[in-house]
């Protein structure tokens, strides 16, 4: 996978991605949303999309939303001036793993099944630890691949479809374990399986004081 690959290929989703996704992805979107509405003050969303999440946002949040797809930022801003979502303070184009945004600017940092269509997952949640405040947090909705078994194996032999599509089948637990092993600044606080099939999560991560290792 590589940016300008993913770019092309959420440009191609944008006209159908809402109908595509909408329902599907929904009682996630809610559960991330009322997590970093709980922590409150700005709020980064990476991987924003159509906009799809934003009008379930409260009217006193302020939301900033980037994504890497034209076509998607576009679907977005007309979303926003359409339904007159007070909340939006910025759509802007940005990569993930190079957000220009500068150390511990947001409360909270959000992504929303993104994180297994960067190329550089890792860096990209590197990303999301150095530009949220000490003591804010990192909330996301995440594929969860199997790693091992039948379920795993499947995952493992579409990954050549899914990755043209712009996401990974195959992206096991271990990965975050992994990440996070490196990243002592990243305190998990929250794993859970979200409905209706238990494949994706809700994760959450508070980040602690001090440099990165």
């Known amino acids: 996978m590589h940016t300008t690959g993913v770019a092309t290929a959420y440009d191609r989703w944008a006209p159908i991605y809402d109908l595509v996704f909408g329902n599907v992805f929904a009682g996630g ?20 999309g159509t906009g799809i999440s934003l009008p379930l946002y409260r ?40 957000l220009q945004y500068g150390d511990e600017t947001f409360d909270v940092a959000v992504a929303q099944y993104v994180i297994t ?31 091992h078994g039948m379920r795993g194996k499947i995952e493992k032999a579409l990954m050549p479809l899914t990755t043209r599509l712009g996401f990974r089948t195959d992206f096991p637990w271990a990965r975050y374990e992994n990440w996070a092993s490196r990243n002592p600044q990243a305190l998990l606080l929250e794993q859970r399986p979200l409905a209706p099939l238990g494949h994706f999560s809700l994760v959450r991560y508070r980040k602690l004081a001090g440099k990165p290792a």
């Open 29 to 48: 979107r809610r559960e991330a949303i009322d997590a970093a509405e709980r922590v409150g003050g700005a709020i980064l969303e990476i991987g924003i």
């Open 59 to 98: 009217a006193d949040s302020q939301v900033y939303g980037v994504d890497i797809s034209d076509a998607m930022l576009d679907k977005a801003r007309e979303r926003v001036e359409r339904l007159g979502l007070t909340s939006v303070r910025e759509i802007a184009r940005m990569d993930a793993e190079d």
């Open 117 to 147: 269509a960067v190329p550089d997952p890792e860096k990209a949640m590197d990303e999301l630890v150095r530009v949220t405040r000490p003591g804010g947090e990192i909330i996301i909705t995440t594929r969860v691949g199997a790693g």
